[in-house]
């Protein structure tokens, strides 16, 4: 494939998933790690204590696309981001 074939066309939304232990924290979290845009957080499954949610939130680049991957890793109530 060619590198044009590969470009990814921004703003966009784009599709998050995480996983947690406790569902409202990981909500919450979300929030803040996105600057409190508007999402609709999906309860996905549940494993034992983890909880897996998706969600997609509105990215103008993938510099902000990256920047709230990394905040949502970073964030003390989510444990894991795909």
């Given at each position: 494939?060619?590198?044009?074939?590969?470009?990814?066309?921004?703003?966009?939304m784009?599709?998050?998933?995480?996983?947690?232990?406790?569902k409202?924290?990981?909500?919450?979290?979300?929030?803040?790690?996105?600057?409190?845009?508007?999402?609709?957080?999906?309860?996905?499954?549940?494993?034992?204590?983890?909880?897996?949610?998706?969600?997609?939130?509105?990215?103008?680049?993938?510099?902000?696309?990256?920047?709230?991957?990394?905040?949502?890793?970073?964030?003390?109530?989510?444990?894991?981001v795909?």
């Open positions: 494939m060619s590198e044009k074939e590969n470009k990814i066309e921004y703003p966009r784009w599709g998050f998933r995480i996983i947690g232990e406790d409202e924290k990981m909500r919450q979290a979300v929030k803040e790690c996105i600057n409190n845009q508007e999402c609709n957080v999906e309860d996905n499954k549940s494993h034992g204590k983890y909880h897996s949610q998706k969600f997609e939130a509105y990215v103008t680049s993938e510099e902000e696309r990256n920047e709230f991957f990394k905040r949502l890793q970073e964030h003390k109530d989510i444990k894991f795909l």
